[in-house]
């Protein structure tokens, strides 16, 4: 018996900034999600977007219905929609970072 794994594939299908780092988000199913980004702008990747003028240079990208950055920064689109369950998890993942050496 072949056993596959799902999960709920989420579309972003608008978002607007509503704060400093920010966003409210929709998605295809009807639900939104208002998340504030600025405890997991950490990292080489995220931590660029902790220059404003940056992070509001989100965009929504056509093809994958998430959102980019310019420094190539995304999220998944199930992630962004499932934010509060994540959310302890994501702000945690920076301070894991944080704590490593670097080198290693």
């Known amino acids: 018996m072949l056993w596959v794994m799902t999960h709920a594939i989420y579309?972003?299908?608008?978002?607007?900034?509503?704060?400093?780092?920010?966003?409210?988000?929709d998605f295809d199913d009807q639900s939104e999600q208002r998340i504030d980004?600025?405890?997991?702008?950490?990292?080489?990747?995220?931590?660029?977007?902790?220059?404003?003028?940056?992070?509001?240079?989100?965009?929504?990208?056509?093809?994958?219905?998430t959102l980019v950055w310019p420094n190539g920064a995304d999220f998944d689109p199930a992630t962004l929609h499932d934010w509060p369950q994540l959310k302890e998890a994501m702000i945690e993942r920076p301070r894991r970072w944080e704590l490593v050496p670097a080198g290693n």
């Open 11 to 25: 579309r972003v299908t608008y978002f607007t900034i509503v704060g400093p780092y920010t966003l409210q988000i």
């Open 37 to 65: 980004f600025r405890p997991i702008l950490a990292g080489e990747l995220y931590a660029p977007l902790r220059d404003v003028q940056l992070f509001n240079q989100v965009a929504l990208d056509p093809e994958v219905h």
